[in-house]
């Protein structure tokens, strides 16, 4: 299974954006697609994962209420809308895919399309 992620770039604090996911194939160890983020000298973290089948959602503690994410079962794809970013937000963004739920660590995922970077400026 490949992943191809899309989107992301520079956007100033308080802006939005969007990432999409694009996966190749849809079997049963990718029913759970999730978002990952790493910044430089940091551990890769957990962002947000939505479940497959059921549409059911999670969500880091704090990208919640400002990240959303969400799937297209027509195109099988995932998205994450990101709004009221921060510098903080600022990272290197990646989509996964894997069998596991719920989903925090990014040992629960089998796959991983190659990042996009997203910078919020202050």
């Known amino acids: 299974v490949q992943l191809q992620a899309s989107g992301g770039g520079l956007v100033q604090a308080g802006g939005s954006l969007i990432i999409s996911c694009a996966a190749s194939a849809r079997t049963s160890s990718t029913n759970s697609r999730g978002w990952f983020r790493q910044a430089p000298g940091k551990e890769r973290e957990f962002v947000a994962a939505?479940?497959?089948?059921?549409?059911?959602?999670l969500y880091a503690d704090s990208v919640k209420g400002r990240f959303t994410t969400s799937r297209d079962t027509t195109k099988n794809t995932v998205s994450l809308q990101m709004n009221s970013l921060k510098p903080e937000d600022t990272a290197v963004y990646y989509c996964?895919?894997?069998?596991?739920?719920?989903?925090?660590?990014?040992?629960?995922?089998?796959?991983w399309g190659k990042g996009t970077l997203v910078t919020v400026s202050s």
């Open positions: 996964a895919a894997g069998s596991r739920w719920p989903i925090s660590h990014h040992s629960d995922m089998n796959y």
């Open positions: 939505i479940r497959w089948n059921s549409g059911l959602t």
